[in-house]
Nanobody, 114 residues
C-alpha cells in the first residue's frame, strides 16, 4: 500500500485542520491505520488509530476531545480532524497502515502559531 498525506499548514491557535491520507494499492479497511506526529529532535508520538476489525478508535491523552480520526472506505482515505489547535501540536504528522508490516506516508507539516 502507498500512502499520501496532505492537509497540513500554518494555523493560528484555536484553529482547525483536516489532514488526509489517501491510500493506493490496497484497501485501507484491511489495515490497522492511524497517525503519528514528530517534532524535530523528539521521538515520534502516536496520536490516533483505528482498529480494522471493529472500527474502535484510540487517542493519545494529549489530543483527546480535540482530534477525531475517521475513514472513508469509498475514497480509501483516512482523515484526522483537528480542532482547537495548540502551539504544542506543531509537528510533522505521518499516517500509517499496518498489517504485519508498517507502511508510512511522507508526512505533512502542521504549524500552530499566531
Amino acid at each position: 500500500v502507498q500512502l499520501q498525506a496532505s492537509g497540513g499548514g500554518l494555523v493560528q491557535p484555536g484553529g482547525s485542520l483536516r489532514l488526509s491520507c489517501a491510500a493506493s494499492g490496497s484497501a485501507l479497511d484491511e489495515y490497522h491505520i492511524g497517525w503519528f506526529r514528530q517534532v524535530p529532535g523528539k521521538e515520534r508520538e502516536g496520536v490516533s488509530c483505528i482498529n480494522p476489525s471493529d472500527g474502535y478508535t484510540t487517542y493519545a491523552n494529549s489530543v483527546k476531545g480535540r482530534f477525531t480520526i475517521s475513514r472513508d472506505n469509498a475514497k480509501n482515505t483516512v482523515y484526522l480532524h483537528i480542532n482547537n489547535l495548540k502551539p504544542e501540536d506543531t509537528a510533522v504528522y505521518y499516517c500509517y497502515a499496518g498489517r504485519g508490516y508498517l507502511y508510512w506516508g511522507q508526512g505533512t507539516l502542521v504549524t500552530v502559531s499566531s
